[in-house]
């Protein structure tokens, strides 16, 4: 690989992936938080008001009752959404990739650790090798990371059919 091709592999494929990767933790963090700091609130809420709903007057104690019941429904509905969509797992694997694909850049711009060697089409291939090896590592562990929610649902679905 000559430098040109070599400096637009790193600008279109490494940056470009970086970036991804970079974007994809960044978002799956946000979601991963906003649903902990909905439970999180909800749970509290719930407590509050069921702990309210003895000191309210008689013609409020349904509705304290509803409000407590809608609470902790959104506190397992985000739970379950979580579990589904694995938005925590998501933010932790694109966070990972993304700064292993940093530290092999790094690494290949400073000419450490497998990318020492005075040969520098040597250091271009071990480089190439091992980003796309990241990468289509990647593809399996989060095609394994999609299909895993259903397989845990599946598997707790089944369970009380197995007991019988």
């Known amino acids: 690989m000559n430098s040109d091709n070599f400096d637009d592999y790193l600008k279109n494929r490494v940056e470009d ?3 991804y990767f970079d974007l994809s933790a960044l978002k799956n963090q946000r979601a991963y938080r906003r649903l902990k700091l909905i ?3 909800c749970n509290i809420l719930t407590t509050m ?3 309210l709903a003895f000191t309210v007057p008689e ?3 349904v509705s304290m009752g509803i409000l407590a019941l809608v609470l902790s429904t959104v506190v397992l ?3 379950q959404l979580e579990e589904f969509q694995n938005y925590g797992a998501k933010w932790e694997k694109f966070r990972l990739v993304a700064e292993q694909l940093k530290s ?3 690494m290949f711009l400073n000419q450490v650790g497998a990318y020492s060697s005075a040969d520098e089409s040597v250091n271009r291939r071990e480089f190439v090798e091992s980003i796309e090896g990241t990468i289509r590592g990647t593809d399996i ?3 394994s990371l999609m299909v895993e929610p259903g397989k845990r649902i599946e598997k707790r679905l089944q369970q009380p059919e ?3």
């Open 59 to 61: 013609t409020y104690k």
């Open 104 to 106: 092999e850049k790094y």
């Open 141 to 143: 562990a989060y095609f």
């Open 49 to 51: 008001t069921i702990a």
């Open 77 to 79: 509905g985000t739970y």
């Open 39 to 41: 439970s999180i609130a």
């Open 162 to 164: 197995e007991r019988k």
């Open 17 to 19: 992936q970086i970036s």
